[in-house]
């Protein structure tokens, strides 16, 4: 069974930092790609970062320069480093994989992909 957990979310000041992170369970692909989505009320789910089997990593627009994403392979954990944080960084963040273990390219720009998904951890930018 697959299981995909974050923690690390918070509340935190602009300009801060936060470090996400996703333990999954049972996702044993050789070849894939996986990573973060976040949702604030009222808008669509959007891709923020993700990574591949070959270590290759994409970014949303918006956190390019800004978020870090990076995976443990001994420890099986996704993690998201988010620096210079800004209010309209304020969203519900979610892991994510898809069910089928492949590479797929701009995957990140398909939220409503079969994946796997985690819980959510909120993250709140504020003054």
């Known amino acids: 069974q697959v299981q995909l957990v974050e923690s690390g979310g918070g509340s935190v000041q602009p300009g801060g930092s936060l470090r996400l992170s996703c333990a999954l369970s049972?996702?044993?692909?050789?070849?894939?790609?996986m990573g973060w989505f976040r949702q604030a009320p009222g808008k669509e789910r959007e891709g923020v970062a993700s990574?591949?089997?070959?270590?290759?990593?994409t970014y949303g627009h918006s956190v390019k320069g800004r978020f870090i994403i990076s995976k443990d392979n001994a420890k099986n954990t996704l993690y998201l480093r988010m620096n210079s944080l800004k209010p309209e960084d304020t969203a519900m963040y979610f892991c994510a994989a898809p069910v089928t273990g492949r590479i797929i390219l701009g995957w990140l720009d398909l939220p409503q992909y079969n994946n796997y998904w985690g819980q959510g951890t909120q993250v709140t930018v504020s003054s």
């Open positions: 990574i591949d089997s070959d270590g290759d990593t």
């Open positions: 049972g996702y044993t692909y050789r070849y894939y790609v």
